[in-house]
């Protein structure tokens, strides 16, 4: 009776729980996510009112005049981080390959031929074209790490205006973006493991103190990592709308001692 429960055929009849609302809303999101950064990296070669620059155009890019957005010169670096992210994997692979769908959940027969592992026929896991890709990974986070410092920055300077210091909505959406965009990055798997994830003793480590505790707030921050990876995605967005709003002139920014 339990090598039958056990089955994925079994599976398939005894999960009677909305096991697909998941992969709906990966799916989902993403998607508009994709769309929504597609339409504003392409059509837009600026998103900036006063001291509000979106994060999808920074850092700053001159590139003199041309038809090409700014943005496309650097777009693909948060792209590829976010890609290849062991997370963002995870999902999009059970979303959008059904590669399973879920956890007891088998591939459907007609797509387990062509699944992204390659299982139909021989597994070959991301030792191939597209998804060897996924073993950048690391290399990604390294930039990704500074562009969250230059995040920081221009949060710091959304403060200020023409030689005057107060708060605006638009410095509070800017501030609480790169809050959880850092949130995301530093807990990361990757960084997790640079910092201390692969040491075995870290009494017997130059300032092996400092590097368990730093270990131990990626560590904090990795176990929320999905978490901290959609709520980003929706920061990210409304910031973005938020400046382009005031570009256009649709409302006034809500500010103090500006």
Same mark, same amino acid.
């Given at each position: 009776?339990?090598?039958?429960?056990?089955?994925?055929?079994?599976?398939?009849?005894?999960? *009677?729980?909305?096991?697909?609302?998941? &992969? !709906?809303?990966?799916?989902?999101?993403?998607?508009?996510?994709?769309?929504? $950064?597609?339409?504003?990296? =392409?059509?837009?070669?600026?998103?900036?009112?006063? *001291?509000?620059?979106?994060?999808? #155009?920074?850092?700053?890019?001159?590139?003199?005049?041309? &038809?090409?957005?700014?943005?496309?010169?650097?777009?693909?670096?948060?792209?590829?981080?976010?890609?290849?992210?062991?997370?963002?994997?995870?999902?999009? #692979?059970? $979303?959008?390959?059904?590669?399973?769908?879920?956890?007891?959940?088998?591939?459907?027969?007609?797509?387990?031929?062509?699944?992204?592992?390659?299982?139909? /026929?021989?597994?070959?896991?991301?030792?191939?074209?597209?998804?060897?890709? %996924?073993?950048?990974?690391?290399?990604? @986070?390294?930039? !990704?790490?500074?562009? =969250? =410092?230059?995040?920081?920055?221009?949060?710091?300077?959304?403060? $200020?205006? *023409?030689?005057?210091?107060?708060?605006?909505?638009? $410095? !509070?959406? @800017?501030?609480?973006?790169? =809050?959880?965009? /850092?949130?995301?990055?530093?807990?990361?798997?990757?960084?997790?493991?640079?910092?201390?994830?692969?040491?075995?003793?870290?009494?017997?480590?130059?300032?092996?103190?400092?590097?368990?505790?730093?270990?131990?707030?990626?560590?904090?921050? %990795?176990?929320?990592?999905?978490?901290?990876?959609?709520?980003?995605?929706? /920061?990210?967005?409304? /910031?973005?709308?938020?400046?382009?709003?005031? *570009?256009?002139?649709?409302?006034?920014?809500?500010?103090?001692?500006?």
């Amino acid at each position: 009776m339990a090598a039958a429960i056990a089955g994925p055929a079994a599976a398939d009849v005894r999960r *009677q729980d909305r096991w697909w609302l998941y &992969p !709906a809303n990966v799916v989902l999101w993403l998607t508009i996510f994709g769309i929504y $950064s597609l339409w504003t990296i =392409v059509f837009f070669h600026s998103d900036q009112f006063h *001291q509000y620059l979106s994060p999808f #155009y920074s850092p700053e890019v001159a590139v003199g005049r041309t &038809p090409v957005s700014p943005a496309l010169f650097i777009f693909y670096i948060p792209l590829g981080f976010r890609a290849t992210c062991y997370y963002y994997r995870k999902a999009y #692979y059970r $979303s959008f390959f059904q590669d399973p769908p879920g956890c007891a959940i088998r591939e459907p027969k007609e797509l387990a031929a062509v699944s992204p592992t390659g299982r139909g /026929t021989a597994y070959r896991g991301e030792t191939k074209l597209p998804f060897i890709l %996924n073993n950048l990974h690391r290399f990604f @986070m390294y930039f !990704a790490v500074g562009f =969250v =410092v230059v995040l920081w920055i221009d949060a710091y300077r959304s403060f $200020s205006y *023409q030689g005057h210091w107060g708060i605006g909505l638009g $410095s !509070a959406f @800017m501030l609480v973006n790169v =809050v959880f965009l /850092t949130g995301y990055t530093f807990g990361c798997h990757s960084l997790r493991h640079l910092v201390g994830g692969g040491k075995d003793c870290f009494s017997c480590l130059l300032a092996g103190r400092q590097r368990y505790q730093a270990w131990r707030g990626v560590s904090w921050l %990795n176990a929320r990592h999905s978490t901290f990876a959609w709520i980003s995605l929706f /920061t990210l967005i409304f /910031t973005d709308v938020y400046i382009r709003l005031l *570009q256009y002139g649709v409302f006034h920014d809500p500010h103090l001692g500006f």
